[in-house]
C-alpha cells in the first residue's frame, strides 16, 4: 500500500500562539497552494483520511475528494498551552518540558511517545488494508512520528528534520508478514525535487 502526506499550508499566527489542537486559520494564500499541492499528487487514491483541524479539513474542502475525519491524526495536544502565546507560558514550565518533550507532556497535554501511540496504533491496526493507495492530510508533529518509524530513527532526533509546508512524503506500508512501514521519497512541490535520503 502507498501512503501519501501532506501537511496543510501556513497558518496566521501573527501573535506566535502555540497551537496543536486550537483552531488557528490559515494564510489567505491556502487555496493557491492547495492547487499546487493536488497537482502533484495522484487523482487515484481509494481513500483520503485528514485530522478533523480546520486547517486540514479546509485544504480537502477545496477538493473533489471524499475524505473522513481521524482524530488520531491530529496534531500533539499542548494542554493548557493552547491558544497562548509562548512568552506567556511559565517558563519553568516550558523548561521542564522542553528538556525531555519526548517523555513529558505541556500542563494536561501529550508527550511525543502519547502522539506515537496514537498514529501508529492507527496505521498499524485501524487502516482498511484492502487498499493501494491512501492519503494523510496532518500536521508536522504527526509526520515526524511516521518518519521515526519509517526510518527507526529515535523521536528526539526526528526533529532535525525540517518539516515544510509544501512537501509530499510517500511512503510504502507492507503486512505480508509484520506490519512495516517504509519511507520512499519526498517531493517538494515548489522546486519538483526528489528527495530520498532525509536523515
Not at 90 to 99: A, G
Not at 146 to 168: G, M, R, T, Y
Amino acid at each position: 500500500m502507498e501512503l501519501f502526506v501532506i501537511r496543510h499550508t501556513e497558518v496566521n499566527n501573527p501573535d506566535n500562539l502555540c497551537y496543536g489542537k486550537y483552531e488557528i486559520p490559515l494564510k489567505n494564500n491556502y487555496k493557491t497552494k492547495t492547487k499546487r499541492i493536488f497537482k502533484k499528487l495522484p487523482n487515484d487514491f481509494d481513500k483520503v483520511y485528514s485530522s478533523p483541524s480546520k486547517r486540514c479539513t479546509d485544504l480537502l474542502k477545496l477538493t473533489a475528494k471524499e475524505f473522513t475525519e481521524i482524530k488520531e491524526l491530529h496534531e500533539l495536544d499542548f494542554g493548557d498551552w493552547e491558544g497562548k502565546r509562548w512568552d506567556e507560558i511559565n517558563q519553568t514550565d516550558l523548561n521542564f518540558w522542553m528538556n525531555d518533550y519526548v517523555n513529558k507532556s505541556p500542563k494536561n497535554g501529550e508527550k511525543m511517545t502519547d502522539l506515537y501511540d496514537r498514529v501508529i496504533e492507527f496505521t498499524e491496526n485501524k487502516l482498511n488494508f484492502n487498499l493501494s493507495k491512501i492519503l494523510f492530510v496532518t500536521h508536522s508533529g504527526v509526520i515526524r512520528v511516521l518518519l521515526s518509524k519509517a526510518l527507526n530513527i529515535n523521536l528526539n532526533k526526528v526533529f532535525n528534520i525540517p518539516i515544510k509546508h509544501d512537501e509530499i512524503y510517500r511512503f510504502n506500508i507492507n503486512i505480508n508478514k509484520k506490519f512495516q512501514l517504509l519511507f520512499l521519497d519526498m517531493l517538494n512541490v515548489e522546486s519538483n525535487k526528489i528527495t530520498k535520503n532525509l536523515f
